[in-house]
């Protein structure tokens, strides 16, 4: 009987043992599970106050400016000069450049990324597709000054050798290298929105006589437009905050212009060409450089808020 005791003893204090081991345990995970939300919390306000600190940075210095600078001049002056013994800072011209870059890179990459999104997702196999897709997506992990280097060193002779006119830093070469290095963007994404379309309209289509193609271009893509048209958006907008390429490839010529065969600089290009060292601070050149950011971030937030619409808008639900 004492034996016994003795047991069912041990017995009750292993029980104890256990239950405050759980205790401990569900006291544990509570903190953690409050924890956890908390830190995941202060992570989202620190890529808000991120933001937030660098609008506050470019709206600070850029009304700084336009203390100096009428903005009417600033946005309808078409003579840039921060330069020179009786300064301009008319933004037209780089507005034109960053215009004119980056619809030459749209019609380079539309086309071509569209073509490339509809073979890889109406067309190839499954064993074509994994060998292309990656070759294809290769073009968006080389670096961008990569690439300046090859539309400075190799584009833009072919151009010249083609059209004599072409000055040896010009818009054109640029534009196009841009084009190719956003092709995959363009590519991928609508890929992704064609492949989102389920395959009962595809064969729909085909049950009622429809050739591939005629599936393909009246059933597929309208049912993945606003995927498409979203792809194009961010493409642009990725073109227009290019900077490595324009810089090496277009020059610096501050030319209010529309000829494609001159040098022309964009807001990319300009901002670090002041921020080189050129322009001491608190000069009215050093404050330019803030303006034109600014310019420069409320082009890109339109593009990607339009981007936003548009995918909003014309999503197909299925």
Known sequence: MAINSNA?????????????????????????EKAVPALLFLFAVISILTTAGIIFTLLTETIEFFKQVPIWEFFTGK????????????VLPLLAGTIISSVIAMLVAGPIGLMAAIYLSEYASNKVRRVLKPLLEVLAGIPTIVYGFFAFTFVTPVIRSIWPAVEAT????????????IIPMIASLSEDAMNSVPNSMREGALALGATKLESTFKVVIPAALSGIIASFVLGISRAIGETMIVTIASGSSKNFTFDLTQSM???????????????????????????VAMTLFVFTLIMNLL????????REEY
């Open 170 to 181: 010009n818009i054109l070469s640029p534009g196009i290298v841009m084009g190719i290095m």
């Open 79 to 90: 003579i840039l000069k921060p330069l020179s013994q009786t300064p301009e800072f008319g």
């Open 8 to 32: 069912n003893k041990g017995n009750a204090v292993q029980v104890k043992e256990l239950i405050e081991q759980k205790k401990k345990k569900k006291t544990m995970l509570n903190v953690v």
């Open 307 to 314: 981007a936003r619409y548009i995918s909003r808008k014309f």
């Open 265 to 291: 600089q964009t807001m990319t290009a300009y901002i670090v060409e002041v921020s080189g060292g050129e322009a001491p601070a608190g000069s009215t050149i050093y404050y330019s450089l803030y303006a």
